[in-house]
């Protein structure tokens, strides 16, 4: 705890007065706030010690003190951890005395309620009307009182139970956002503010459906501060606010386009294994994050033959892949190239993995802009392609709805709808570049 005096004393009734508070200036804590101050209808919460509530002394003969705060009639209670001798307490001054750190703890106390103070403080500033939630929420969890929606959202997150995968796109957002504007107050979060973040992520080069995922995950960390009383619900900055999609185009390779990664000769170190990393997941459908958590463990045999057995990070679902069936078990021989899966699996992080394989792209004459989530699209095209049944693939890729799987078969149908008319329009046209015999 912050101590807020030195030697001295502050009068209770001063500190607990409800009209309004003093301020100290040499330790540069400004605590002269009245109600009129923000143009706030709030009522303050009035705090008093209390000693001994339970009325019940545990074996050393002692009782706890506590702080009450107080607030249209209900009560919320606080540990102060100091424990007394019913001796050691004046019930009519609620203080500490006879004991031989008295003034010591007098202080303590006196700060805690002050501490309390400046918390109910911090949500005035931000227009937030003050509970006895809130207020016992920030004790418990023991959050800066004067915290930003940055500082807020981080926190939540690292002690949220969502998904790793869900974790780091969320903090991926809080780092944009931060860049974008350093240390945020949430009474900045406004309809103007997404706006502006919108243009800002444009001006980036951002796509629009990246633009539309930065935008989804800042407005589930908004709900939540709305949640636990940051942001007034009525100041929702999404109500108005439309988020912009495009229909994601499903970007996979053709098995001649395939073929010629698994022929591309690479010398250098790295990106052969990017490469092969990447192959493997073609025959796999893995997402990324499922192959950078690849162990030993996950390699299992069934009646001799190996098969792949995991989680999805993602969704939780049990997957298991007979490697040794899928695409003539060319995974097999990728894995046999390495030793130790845990090896294979350590390729770095996504965006480092996705730009060597522009690299290999490009020495390979693709022209598609592709990630490791292509190679996920890939499998699931080719075996829709091959005549798999949809709900194999379903099982095969660990979708939850085979609506989800469906539309790897309509863009391939799509594909050859479109292929062919390029064609049959290319037959059409004449060559003028040709030279004509004319007899």
Not at 160 to 177: P, Q
Not at 365 to 380: D, G, L, P, S, V
Not at 403 to 426: C, F, G, P, Q
Request: a positive charge; one cysteine or more.
């Amino acid at each position: 705890m912050i101590r807020m005096w030195n030697h001295f004393l502050i009068p209770k009734s001063t500190l607990l007065k409800g009209s309004h508070w003093y301020q100290f200036s040499h330790i540069g804590l400004q605590l002269l706030v009245q109600k009129s101050t923000f143009g706030l209808k709030m009522d303050k919460i009035k705090y008093r010690l209390v000693y001994n509530r339970k009325k019940q002394l545990n074996k050393q003969g002692m009782a706890l003190v506590q702080a009450e705060a107080l607030l249209n009639q209900r009560k919320v209670y606080f540990k102060t951890n100091i424990y007394l001798k019913p001796e050691h307490w004046d019930k009519q001054t609620s203080q500490v005395c006879n004991h031989p750190q008295a003034n010591d703890l007098n202080t303590m106390l006196f700060e805690f309620i002050l501490h309390l103070q400046a918390i109910e403080l911090s949500l005035w500033k931000r227009s937030i009307p003050v509970t006895l939630s809130l207020l016992k929420d920030a004790i418990r969890k023991n959050k800066p009182v004067n915290v930003t929606f940055p500082v807020f959202a981080r926190v939540y997150v690292q002690e949220s139970d969502r998904k790793r995968s869900t974790k780091e796109n969320l903090l991926t957002t809080i780092n944009v956002l931060q860049e974008f504007r350093p240390g945020l107050d949430f009474k900045d979060i406004t309809y103007t503010l997404l706006r502006d973040f919108e243009v800002h992520l444009k001006e980036k080069g951002n796509s629009v459906n990246t633009i539309a995922k930065h935008l989804r995950q800042l407005r589930t960390l908004v709900n939540e501060a709305i949640n636990q009383g940051y942001i007034p619900s009525d100041a929702y900055p999404f109500r108005k606010f439309k988020i912009k999609q495009e229909k994601g185009r499903k970007e996979f390779l053709t098995p001649d386009e395939l073929r010629k990664l698994e022929n591309l000769q690479v010398s250098d170190k790295r990106l052969r294994h990017v490469l092969d990393a990447f192959l493997f997941c073609c025959y796999t459908g893995l997402r990324y994050s499922d192959f950078c958590q690849l162990t030993p463990e996950n390699i299992i045999r069934v009646n001799g033959k190996r098969w792949l057995y995991f989680k999805s990070v993602k969704t939780d679902v049990e997957i298991r892949l007979p490697l040794h069936l899928l695409f003539e078990g060319k995974a097999l021989a990728v894995l046999e190239r390495y030793d130790i899966v845990t090896d294979f699996a350590k390729i770095g992080p996504n965006s480092e993995a996705n730009k060597h394989l522009a690299q290999l792209s490009a020495l390979a004459r693709i022209r598609k802009h592709i990630t490791y989530h292509t190679a996920r699209h890939t499998c699931a095209t080719l075996l829709v392609h091959q005549g798999v049944p949809i709900t194999t693939v379903q099982k095969l890729l660990g979708h939850t709805s085979v609506r989800t799987t469906e539309v790897y078969s309509e863009v391939l149908s799509n594909t050859i709808i479109r292929d062919l008319k390029a064609v049959k329009r290319k037959k059409k046209t004449p060559d003028f570049r040709r030279p004509v015999e004319c007899g």
